[in-house]
């Protein structure tokens, strides 16, 4: 059986594995994941990055409130309507700011750039559009999550 934390996969950049995460690809198709639609490179990505994460000490406790603020914004999201909870979802780029600066590993901090560019993607959106721009933020986030977990992620 093939050992999945040691494999360098394409979004690693060789050779520095622990130390840096090539996000070119991310930076990429950001927008047409949030945007538009997830693609098998979005799968990908995250499982990719999930692995990375925890080779760079991130852990679970160190976003579960993060997670916790999107669970209950998308408890509260109706089928078309994202202008109840829109100050909350801006309020989470702040928020994971500062979790990133209280736990100071190099994981939290390259999750901060891909969510923070994720929110992004998602608040470029009309209005009319924002929902789906969230549910494929809030997968994003699950999948990036489940991953982590999957690879040896701790509390």
Not at 37 to 62: C, D, H, K, M, W
Not at 94 to 99: E, I, N
């Amino acid at each position: 059986m093939e050992n999945r934390r040691n494999k360098s996969g394409p979004h690693q950049k060789r050779g520095h594995q622990k130390d840096q995460f090539d996000l070119k690809e991310f930076n990429q198709n950001i927008t047409s994941w949030i945007q538009e639609e997830f693609a098998p490179s979005t799968i990908e990505f995250a499982e990719n990055f999930g692995e990375y994460l925890v080779r760079n000490r991130l852990t679970t406790s160190q976003i579960r409130n993060i997670y916790g603020e999107i669970k209950r914004i998308e408890a509260k999201v109706t089928s078309n309507d994202f202008g109840e909870v829109y100050k909350d979802f801006l309020l989470l780029k702040p928020k994971l700011a500062y979790a990133a600066k209280r736990a100071g590993t190099r994981g939290i901090e390259d999750f901060k750039k891909v969510m923070d560019a994720a929110h992004s993607a998602v608040i470029d959106l009309s209005k009319e559009k924002r929902v789906r721009g969230f549910r494929n933020f809030t997968d994003l986030f699950e999948a990036i999550l489940a991953y982590h977990k999957a690879a040896g992620g701790r509390e």
